[in-house]
């Protein structure tokens, strides 16, 4: 397997990939990027140790499986392929068509994109056949599901394989149809923003998480939850939503923009709907 993008995500899909005993090439163009994703490999790997997930012996077999690299070498040889780089179309762009040009024509290409549109990635890459997203939530070790997202022209048996794949390396895959924000983002921007249009009518943060959890049997309610994935990242997803399905109920309320603008982050900045660390 070869995955472009050795960020957070990429070293995370590296390591699932690796301790199902999958062989894998992270492909990057910084040093500093490599130098970041040994770093958080190795703290994943230590925490699972301590958390007594993996053994020593394991660990070890996962570093022996995961190499890095500046070139394009690996995807000669690749059967998978998965883009991880950051979330703009003309940076997936260069990726997916330079994976389109040089992988074997049976590899299967596929993008852990969030937000964008799988149909005109598959496009991108030149073989729309063999393409469909898979969507990892971070931590990727430790967050059983996978959205697998197949594109118009996507084969049954690419979608299959890639479900498969998903299994061998302990995920819980489920398939999204290709609309903004598939399954998780789609349905949690709405319930965010239904939370926050009550926090405006001057609920408190604690009653209405509470409430959800308590009514839904949720683990974490939507404004707990954004604090936790920070403000920034939830504005930017309601505001794509917004913009790719022009559904009003997606539009960010003046003062959650608000929250963003005066450094309020949620954990991240030690403050968000509620404070942090104190």
């Known amino acids: 397997m070869t995955i472009v993008g050795a960020g957070t995500m990429g070293t995370g899909i590296a390591q699932v990939a690796a301790q199902a005993g999958i062989a894998v090439t992270l492909i990057d163009f910084a040093e500093a990027a490599f130098e970041r994703s040994?770093?958080?490999?190795?703290?994943?790997?230590q925490g699972g140790i301590e958390r007594e997930k993996l053994t020593r012996e394991q660990a070890d077999e996962v570093r022996e499986r995961v190499t890095w690299t500046t070139g394009w070498d690996s995807l000669a040889n690749a059967e998978w392929v998965i883009e991880a780089v950051y979330e703009d179309p003309d940076a997936k762009a260069e990726v997916l068509a330079r994976a389109g040009e040089l992988a074997p024509e049976m590899t299967v290409i596929a993008s852990n994109t969030s937000t964008l549109p799988i149909a005109e990635l598959a496009e991108m890459s030149g073989r729309p056949e063999r393409f469909l997203g898979m969507h990892f939530f971070n931590p990727a070790p430790a967050m059983k599901l996978v959205e697998v997202t197949p594109g118009l022209r996507t084969l049954p048996e690419v979608t299959d394989a890639a479900l498969d794949l998903c299994a061998r390396m302990g995920k819980e895959p489920r398939v999204a149809p290709d609309i903004p924000g598939f399954l998780v983002n789609r349905a949690f921007g709405a319930l965010l923003a239904a939370a926050v249009d009550i926090w405006l009518q001057g609920a408190e943060p604690a009653d209405i998480d509470g409430a959800l959890e308590l009514g839904l049997g949720h683990k974490m309610g939507p404004l707990a939850t954004a604090d936790l994935i920070g403000l920034d990242v939830c504005v930017a997803l309601l505001d794509s939503l917004h913009e790719q399905t022009g559904?009003?109920?997606?539009?960010?309320?003046?003062?959650?923009?608000?929250?963003?603008e005066a450094g309020k982050l949620g954990r991240k900045?030690?403050?968000?709907?509620?404070v942090h660390g104190r």
């Open 247 to 260: 559904q009003a109920r997606f539009a960010v309320a003046p003062e959650l923009r608000a929250l963003l």
């Open 38 to 45: 040994r770093a958080m490999l190795e703290r994943s790997l």
């Open 269 to 274: 900045s030690g403050e968000g709907f509620y």
